[in-house]
Nanobody, 127 residues
Framework: QVQLVESGGGLVQAGGSLRLSCAAS????????MGWFRQAPGKERELAAA????????YYADSVKGRFTISRDNGKNTVYLQMNSLKPEDTAVYYC????????????????????WGQGTQVTVSS
């Protein structure tokens, strides 16, 4: 069992930055692939970024590539999402998720792949 708690959301102007954190409970955090999903009002939940259990491979949606960076610190049981050059269209609730699938290179990309979810944190980007 893994419990996930996100933090770091808030209100920011376009062009600004935010850093989201997701703290995980449990001693097996390092064996999970981690993802950051987001869901805007009236839209489906989508994967923004994900990282393998080792941190060796990452995935970014085209809409965030070059602006967002996902990283993890297995010693602190924490995964981060650094978001730069934020745009109003980045406004959404951001969710952290964990997938027990282990691969050196494959990064899970589907909502159904993930076993555990956090409660979400709101990110609002004003124009």
């Amino acid at each position: 069992q893994v419990q996930l708690v996100e933090s770091g959301g808030g209100l920011v102007q376009a062009g600004g930055s935010l850093r989201l954190s997701c703290a995980a409970s449990g001693r097996t955090f390092s064996s999970y692939a981690m993802g950051w999903f987001r869901q805007a009002p009236g839209k489906e939940r989508e994967l923004a970024a994900a990282i393998t259990w080792s941190g060796g491979s990452t995935y970014y949606a085209d809409s965030v590539k070059g602006r967002f960076t996902i990283s993890r610190d297995n010693g602190k049981n924490t995964v981060y999402l650094q978001m730069n050059s934020l745009k109003p269209e980045d406004t959404a609730v951001y969710y952290c998720a964990a997938d027990s699938y282990q691969s050196w290179s494959y990064v899970p990309r589907e909502t159904a792949d993930y076993d555990y979810w956090g409660q979400g944190t709101q990110v609002t980007v004003s124009s």
